[in-house]
């Protein structure tokens, strides 16, 4: 069955960098678009961009240009997303969905925290 | 940016009462999609296209709508509904959601 398993939380500082990953399993990981979705606490759920893992072709959203960078490792059919400059307003749950055939997310990682503090 | 205003921001219903969560586009689109996300959880597709039920969905779910008005319809509230409900549209760029709506058990 399709399963989307994210990486650990994470406590990062002020300033810095960190990359989450998106390990797909039970379908073809080149075929289909892979999204990233940001949801702060107790707030709603905020799109960030797409990749497509078969060519590496990627699309963000104009607000997150320069501080999402998405990239994909077919050999091992994770996606990945770093963010970058991290300040407290990117502390946030940070989800990876499928966009599935029929024009919708049809599954969802597990989501990842990451808490920006010094 | 479509923005897509849902209304009421948090409701409470008692197991059996109808309800029905709203989502405004400020500009047209196509379609609408619906997502549960319960507390700790991934959203999980309810509706897509506007008017069809995800696969696994109790049919008690429906959604309707065109133009800017799109609406979500729980025909005889459950326990298990408790939940927030977001819209979401990809008519254009960037895909947008709702700000959500909270939906309570009385």
């Known amino acids: 069955q399709v399963q989307l398993q994210q990486s650990g939380a994470e406590l990062v500082k002020p300033g810095s960098s960190v990359k989450i990953s998106c390990k797909a399993s039970?379908?073809?990981?080149?075929?289909?678009?892979m999204h990233w979705i940001k949801q702060q606490p107790g707030n709603g759920l905020e799109w960030i961009g797409w990749?497509?893992?078969?060519?590496?072709?990627?699309k963000y959203n104009q607000k997150f240009n320069g501080k999402a960078t998405l990239t994909a490792d077919k050999s091992s059919s994770t996606a990945y997303m770093q963010l970058s400059s991290l300040t407290s307003e990117d502390s946030a749950v940070y989800f990876c969905?499928?966009?599935?055939?029929?024009?919708?997310?049809?599954?969802w990682g597990q989501g990842v925290m990451v808490t920006v503090s010094s | 940016e479509i923005v897509l205003t849902q209304s009421p921001t948090t409701t409470a219903a008692s197991p059996g009462e109808k309800v029905t969560i709203t989502c405004l586009a400020s500009?047209?689109?196509?379609?609408m999609y619906w997502y549960q996300q319960k507390s700790g959880a991934s959203p999980k597709l309810l509706i897509y296209?506007?008017?069809s039920l995800a696969s696994g969905v109790p049919d008690r779910f429906s959604g309707s709508g065109s133009g800017t008005s799109y609406s979500l319809t729980i025909n005889t509230m459950e326990a298990e509904d408790a939940a927030t409900y977001y819209c979401?549209?990809?008519?254009?760029?960037?895909?947008?959601f709702g700000s959500g709506t909270k939906l309570e058990i009385k």
């Open positions: 296209s506007t008017s």
């Open positions: 969905a499928r966009w599935g055939l029929g024009w919708y997310f049809d599954y």
């Open positions: 979401q549209q990809w008519s254009s760029n960037p895909l947008t």
């Open positions: 039970g379908y073809t990981f080149t075929s289909y678009d």
């Open positions: 500009s047209s689109v196509s379609n």
């Open positions: 990749i497509y893992p078969g060519n590496g072709n990627t």
